[in-house]
């Protein structure tokens, strides 16, 4: 053999050799909360959520105080990915030890297999109470045990307006649904379109139309049918369903009443849709969609102020019976590892004080009732706050209560119908049979 | 007669130059266009980008601004995504290349029973989608205590990026002339001399090939990553901290223009330092050689 | 720890490989011992051994797994034989995917092709050829997230009357006076080819990069002669260059079937299969993380191996004539 292949061998063999001791050497032990391990102690607990930007920046001066006093680090994941990250892990057996689950219809399938802890064995329940409404902790609870908790909410179905372009056009805020029609017949008359609604959200397009119709449901057939309806209990192709969606079809489908017509409607991101209320003239006068969409219009217009610019008001009602009612929606938080540390975080989370800078911070409502008004930062939140907590009848987005089939159904439903509403037969009857599978 | 000729013969080049340029550079601009419109977005104002097209970059007043690019760069954490996007892919390109080249080697130039069936099911393996692979290895990495650490997701990005590599090589290597291996043989080479002085000197096109889109592939994913290693700040890789610029609703995806641009050049740098190993006439070369 | 993981890395990228010729080399020392006959026949498996090992457990098992998983029901508590499969070629909306497939199965794969072959042999000759396929591969470089934000501006859509701003629905809304800007994305008589551009704009540099490294390797003295034989420059490319680069050429398009049919990302990142522009990648991971449906993910998984067989079988007739050398 050559005396240069002897050396490469050589060569090659030492640093094998020195590989070889490295990887199984001590030294080598990296290992990363990520895997779900449990360390002595302090230890760490690991977190699994959507947060991201603006977010998760608050979620990480949210954490610090918690950090400081307790020695525990808080070491978060974050990914809009999380039904496949969160599905993964807890198939695989390696589950972050807290998660914000994608949504009560998730968290039910993961409570029912087991893999959700019971919460009621580490929160004080008397103080949990004291501080939540029954309605969220019911929201939570799969089974008779308390399994998910809520980290922020917000409120769905408030109309938004340009006061500036509703004191030109002299249209006063509507009481009931009638008034709203009317208001909206006479603008068309003028050859405005009084709506502006954007259903583009990427893998979610759609969840717009869903809390319309969610909306108009409620105030049309009240909570108990509503409650019917996302548990699955009545058809699609009901009367009541049908009434529903045809209903939202006057102002969807007709070209007169929406701004830019269907192609608008289907591509326009949704956080992007109130812009045509400030435009000059205005391209639409009202937008209906839920609170946090004042981040929105703030990022994309700068200079307008709270309240005098922009503000909203309920969703008018229909039906005199279903007044004061409210839809609202969060981020549910989760257990799935049974640590101190763990517990220790969760107990954190559900306080006023921690809650406060998720209003403070994101703008965002708290279910904590405890929560003083003073942490909103402006008065449009403040209202949204108020509202929420002097509701009477208090439901949940239905689409989140649906089984994930069910739910992407419903969205695709919503597209294909502004698409084409003369097949909302053909529409309803696919969603009839989704719903006779999923559940 | 001849004179003639010769200028009909000059103008035909002249027209068929032209046309090779006319083609080619239509190609380019309709390529370029979608990019430079991202460029010059992350480049403007965020209220500017929502509300105008791109081009209207260039009308008085000209507003253009690096927050975006600033903004992604002071971002907590993207100095040491940008160290873990590399500790992932460098390995991870480096590993398959031999283990793809043996077996190229030997699906190429040896004979053995099944050797055609093993390697279309090499081929199948290429459509095997990636997600349904996640739930059983990431639970043979729990077994295995391999979750979190780089080793386990060089040691997945390898697997992943076989089949290709295998593919690939076997193709280059299986075009090297017989004559040359016989030649060699004769000269009394053994197989390891064969493969370290002939074949992988020569499949040097395509290895460079294969690691300009393995690299390109691990530095873009995000799933592997994100489920294997783990999405936190210690060993998140670039694509991770990038996809935390957005927010749940979505909002602040206008930072995404700038972190693409960020986490682009890193890939094209690779791409350009590799071109050079795609020159015309290595293996004619070697053949007098 | 950032010390720790550069020597690591260092480690694999310089260790790996010296392991494996160390491997190779002490394999082959100790089969030439034996008998020729033996050599020949455990020679093979000792080359292949490294890969296979790692295909085995990494594919080759969660495959085996897919298959198995594809005859249970949803929470693979219960047998249930072939009606997945049933499923998917009796459901409306699971034949609307299949027929996406096919629409990007046959546009993409031609498209991505051809172009990239056109740019290979151009670039060939030009000055600027650096530059251009450079430019051409971009987009590879880019990641699917970056791609689908650089698209959804190119095909951003405002109501007729107003200022565009997609670069699409401006240039052709100048170009020709009378075009209704369009959604693009939205509009479910074009969005599955709106996607498909995106997918050659993507894919181009892809086919470019080892059709031009193929070209490349055709020796110069062949062409040459062509040319003083009096051959025109299309008959030099069709009679001379195509046959010798033929096997990239089926290298490049299998590659790009195969990518085709497990497309993903693109469709994921723009639409995620909102009004028909499902495919059945995005549907297999809806089914197997939003719904749950780990029966159903797993048959749409076979169905996609179960497609390349075809692909293979095209592969087979080149590979078969292979040498041998001993």
């Known amino acids: ?439 | 007669m001849n004179g003639e000729r010769h200028i009909t013969g000059r103008v035909i080049r002249f027209v068929r130059k032209s046309l090779i340029h006319l083609i080619l550079l239509a190609i380019c601009v309709i390529w370029l266009v979608p990019t430079l419109g991202l460029f010059i977005s992350a480049l403007r104002p965020r209220a500017l980008i929502l509300n105008t097209g791109w081009w209207k970059a260039f009308d008085a007043p000209l507003r253009f601004t690096m927050e975006n690019y600033l903004h992604v760069i002071q971002q907590a954490n993207m100095g040491r995504s940008f160290f873990n996007s590399l500790m992932i892919a460098i390995p991870a390109t480096v590993m398959p290349i031999l283990v793809a080249a043996f077996a190229a080697y030997a699906f190429s130039w040896m004979r053995f029973p099944g050797r055609d069936v093993l390697f279309l099911m090499i081929i199948g393996l290429l459509v095997v989608p990636l997600q349904m692979t996640l739930i059983p290895i990431l639970r043979l990495f729990n077994s295995l205590r391999l979750t979190g650490t780089f080793v386990g997701v060089w040691v997945a990005h390898t697997a992943y990026g076989l089949p290709f590599a295998i593919y690939l090589l076997r193709n280059f290597i299986g075009g090297i002339p017989e004559d040359l291996f016989e030649s060699a043989f004769l000269d009394g080479a053994n197989h390891v001399q064969i493969f370290y002085r002939l074949v992988l000197p020569l499949a040097v096109p395509a290895i460079a090939s294969l690691s300009i889109f393995q690299f390109m592939w691990v530095w873009n994913d995000l799933l592997v990553a994100l489920i294997y290693l783990g999405g936190t700040p210690d060993v998140a890789p670039m694509t991770v901290t990038i996809s935390n610029l957005v927010n749940s609703y979505g909002g602040g995806w206008e930072f995404l223009t700038s972190a693409a641009f960020i986490s682009m050049v890193l890939p094209l740098l690779v791409f350009f330092s590799l071109q050079r190993y795609f020159i015309r006439g290595i293996l004619a070369g070697s053949i007098k050689g | 720890m950032i010390l720790r993981s550069t020597i690591l890395a260092v480690v694999a990228v310089f260790g790996v490989p010296a392991g494996l010729t160390l491997y190779i080399f002490l394999v082959e020392k100790g089969i030439n011992r034996l008998r020729f006959p033996i050599q020949k026949r455990i020679r093979p498996w000792l080359w292949l051994a490294p890969g296979l090992a790692i295909l085995s457990v990494f594919l080759l098992y969660p495959v085996l797994n897919t298959l198995v998983l594809s005859f249970l029901n949803n929470d693979s508590t219960q047998f249930i034989g072939l009606q997945n499969y049933m499923r998917i070629f009796s459901d409306r909306e699971m034949l609307i995917v299949l027929r996406n497939n096919a629409m990007w199965l046959v546009f993409f794969t031609l498209v991505t092709v051809t172009v990239g072959l056109l740019i290979a042999v151009l670039t060939d000759r030009v000055k600027y050829e650096q530059v251009a396929k450079a430019l051409i591969f971009l987009p590879m470089a880019i990641s699917f997230v970056a791609a689908g934000v650089i698209w959804k501006f190119m095909y951003e859509f405002k109501p007729k009357g107003t200022p565009q701003i997609g670069t699409v629905n401006a240039v052709l809304t100048t170009l020709v006076p009378s075009f209704e800007p369009q959604a693009w994305l939205f509009n479910p008589s074009i969005n599955n080819w709106a996607l498909i551009v995106v997918g050659i704009w993507i894919w181009t540099g892809f086919a470019m990069v080892i059709l031009s490294a193929s070209i490349k390797g055709v020796p110069k003295e062949i062409v040459e002669a062509a040319r003083i034989d009096g051959a025109g420059e299309f008959q030099v490319f069709f009679r001379v260059t195509l046959p010798i680069i033929k096997p990239s050429i089926v290298v490049v398009t299998t590659t790009l079937i195969i990518n085709v049919l497990k497309i993903f990302d693109i469709v994921y990142v723009m639409t995620n299969g909102i009004l028909g522009t499902e495919v059945i990648a995005n549907r297999m991971y809806k089914e197997m993380f939003n719904f749950m449906n780990f029966g159903m993910a797993s048959a749409l998984a076979v169905l996609l191996l179960v497609a390349i067989v075809p692909v293979m079988l095209m592969n087979i007739k080149r590979f078969g004539q292979r040498g041998e050398i001993q």
Do not use: C
């Open chain 1, 1 to 439: 053999m050559k005396k240069r292949t002897k050396i490469t061998i050589a060569v090659a063999a030492v640093v094998v050799a020195l590989a070889f001791l490295f990887v199984v050497s001590p030294l080598n032990q990296q290992k990363v909360r990520a895997a779900g391990e449990r360390k002595p102690v302090e230890g760490t607990v690991s977190v699994l959520a959507v947060w991201g930007g603006h977010e998760l920046d608050v979620f990480k001066e949210m954490a610090k105080p918690f950090e400081e006093e307790t020695g525990i680090k808080v070491s978060y994941e974050g990914t809009r990915d999380i039904n496949a990250v969160l599905t993964t892990r807890v198939q695989a057996g390696n589950p972050p030890d807290i998660a914000v689950l994608p949504g009560p219809g998730k968290m039910a399938e993961f409570a029912r297999a087991g893999h959700l802890v019971d919460l009621s064995t580490v929160f004080d329940m008397e103080k949990i109470k004291a501080d939540y409404a029954k309605g969220w902790l019911d929201m939570g609870t799969v089974g008779g045990k308390l399994v998910g908790v809520f980290a922020k909410v917000a409120i769905k179905g408030l109309v938004w307006y340009n006061p500036h372009a509703l004191d030109d056009e002299g249209i006063e805020i509507p009481e009931n649904a009638n008034q709203m029609r009317a208001i909206s017949e006479r603008l068309s008359r003028q050859g405005k379109t009084p709506w502006s609604i954007g259903l583009e959200s990427g893998a979610a397009s759609g969840w717009v139309g869903t809390d319309w119709l969610e909306n108009i449901f409620l105030r049309q057939h009240g909570p108990q049918k509503y409650r019917d309806w996302y548990e699955g209990k009545l058809a699609w192709t009901s009367p009541e369903v049908r009434e529903t969606w045809e209903t939202w079809g006057e102002i969807v489908a007709n070209t007169d009443t929406v701004y830019g017509g269907k192609q608008y409607v289907l591509s326009t991101n949704f956080g992007q849709a109130a812009a045509p209320l400030f435009m000059d003239p205005p391209g639409a006068y009202f937008h209906m969609q839920a609170s946090f969409i004042q981040s929105f219009i703030k990022k994309q217009f700068p200079d307008l102020q709270p309240g005098e610019d922009f503000n909203f008001f309920g969703f008018p009602p229909i039906k005199p019976q279903y007044t004061d009612a409210v839809e609202a929606a969060g981020d549910l938080v989760g257990m799935f590892n049974d640590t101190p540390q763990a517990r220790a975080f969760i107990r954190y989370l559900t306080t006023p004080e921690a809650q406060s800078y998720w209003t403070s911070g994101t703008g965002a409502l708290s279910a904590n009732r405890n929560v003083s008004l003073v942490f909103y930062p402006d008065v449009l939140s403040r209202n949204a706050a108020q509202i929420l907590q002097k509701a009477e009848i208090v439901v949940f987005d239905a689409s989140d209560m649906m089984p994930g089939k069910m739910n992407n159904t419903f969205w695709s439903a919503i597209m294909s119908y502004v698409e084409n509403p003369a097949r909302l037969d053909s529409i309803l009857r696919n969603l009839e049979q989704t719903r006779r599978e999923a559940y």
